[in-house]
């Protein structure tokens, strides 16, 4: 068991491993606690992937690659919504209709 650390606050969560082993996914309080943020872990590095404009995010699933991410984020309006992460970007996925996904 290896400890990935945080984005600077207390707590952290993987959720996720690329089939190479080489990318884990989560997410992680960042410093003050104030807020949770999907990160994306790659050599000795923890990465975070932001929200939709919330205080919460969650990655979790990771292609076999590492090249796509995917989870849940919170909006600006607290809405939930699934996301995709690649190529340095969050894109909203928006929700099937209702509010939240």
């Known amino acids: 068991m290896s400890d990935l650390g945080t984005l600077g606050g207390t707590n952290s969560s993987a959720n996720g491993v690329s089939a190479d ?3 884990i ?3 992680s309080q960042i410093t ?3 807020a949770e943020h999907a990160f994306k872990y790659t050599g000795t590095t923890m990465s975070d992937l932001g929200t939709l ?3 919460y995010s ?3 699933g990771v292609s076999a690659d590492g090249s796509v991410i995917v989870g849940y984020s919170y909006t600006g309006n607290n809405a939930s919504h699934a996301f995709k992460y690649s190529g340095g970007t969050m894109s909203d996925l928006g929700t099937l209709g209702g509010t939240n996904s």
Do not use: C, F, Q
């Open 21 to 23: 082993g080489k990318v």
């Open 25 to 27: 996914v989560g997410y």
């Open 32 to 34: 003050g606690d104030s």
């Open 53 to 55: 404009g919330g205080t």
């Open 58 to 60: 969650s990655a979790n």
